[in-house]
């Protein structure tokens, strides 16, 4: 299934195969028809890290060719869920990108009118995971109070600050506060349990997603520190669900050897395939990375670690990719 999976990937007629430097990089379309969605399903709506790809003022060989040939699939890390019994989306994260991608959520519905959705989830306060928030403002839709979910401390950060308090004060969004690992039921067949993951909180707690459908359910994390640092053990939260998109921010130290990491700390993606390496071979299947530096290897689909991840039973996250939940 994993090899037919990436065989459709690469060959699929809606996609569009881009050459750079001697890359391969595959762009996906999301179908303007999607009749065949009844139930509710997953769709991965970006897969980059907060600053995007190309990223501001890089002039390595990973984006300077992008600046000149931007590729449409390189948008910031995002989820997408339909719900097509009850009519309704929800988007998981507030890009910077967020324009195209609630325009690609409506197109994957197949009934919105309208590229609003019924609710955004909220992980962090970090730019890529919130800032999306100005386009609901009155510069651009001046939107009518949608509900933006997020923990306590996120949603008092964006209520006491600005420009995001304006959003509050002007109803443009409604606020719904979370709380650590309790249920939100957002339709009959969709419910979400938020829960807390050491991360960077400057300004907010971060959380992650356990984003649960009639028949099968995915964990969202795009953002941790260490797995060690969390007092849950990944592997047993893996066996509880279907999917598990998982943070692959950075391949291997050598990937920033120009930064401290210790002030950008998350879990390699080579202690992430260590940690999971004796777990059995349907298990490592649900594991997607997602959340890429723009330096990652795994944004090129042809490179030797793109190669390395799937060879070893794992999976690479893909724009567009859809999933039934």
């Given amino acids: ?67 000149e040939n931007q590729i449409r699939s390189r948008k910031v890390v995002s989820l997408g869920v339909v719900d097509a019994r009850a009519k309704k989306t929800f988007l998981f994260e507030a890009t910077p990108d967020m324009a195209v991608q609630l325009r690609d959520l409506r197109t994957h519905s197949g009934f919105k009118n309208t590229d609003i959705p019924d609710g955004i989830f909220l992980t962090h306060a970090h730019i890529g995971h919130y800032t999306g928030l100005m386009y609901l403002g009155k510069e651009a839709t001046n939107a009518k109070q949608v509900p933006v979910y997020a923990m306590p401390k996120m949603a008092r950060f964006l209520e006491n600050n600005g420009p995001w308090g304006q959003l509050v004060s002007n109803q443009n969004i409604v606020l719904k506060p979370l709380q650590d690992k309790q249920e939100s039921h957002l339709t009959p067949d969709l419910k979400v349990v938020p829960f807390m993951v050491p991360h960077r909180d400057e300004y907010s707690e971060t959380a992650g997603y356990k984003i649960i459908g009639p028949n099968k359910s995915a964990l969202f994390i795009p953002d941790i520190d260490k797995w060690e640092k969390w007092q849950t053990v990944i592997v047993l939260e893996i066996e509880k669900v279907d999917y598990a998109f998982l943070d692959a921010t950075f391949y291997d130290a050598a990937e920033i050897n120009n930064r401290d990491i210790s002030e950008i700390p998350h879990p390699f993606v080579i202690e992430s395939m260590g940690l999971f390496e004796n777990i059995p071979s349907a298990e490592k299947e649900k594991i997607h990375f997602i959340h890429f530096n723009h330096t990652s290897p795994l944004l090129n689909v042809a490179s030797e670690q793109s190669k390395e991840v799937l060879k070893k039973g794992f999976g690479i996250a893909e724009k567009g990719l859809k999933l039934e939940l």
Avoid: W
Avoid at 13 to 32: A, R
């Fill in 1 to 67: 299934m994993r090899y037919l999976q990436q065989f459709l990937i690469f060959f699929f007629p809606i996609c569009v195969t881009f050459l750079s430097f001697g890359q391969q990089t595959v762009e996906q379309v999301i179908p303007s028809n999607n009749s065949d969605n009844k139930g509710v399903s997953l769709v991965i709506l970006g897969t980059a890290q907060d600053a995007g790809s190309p990223h501001i003022a890089c002039e390595k060989q990973c984006c300077t060719a992008l600046f």
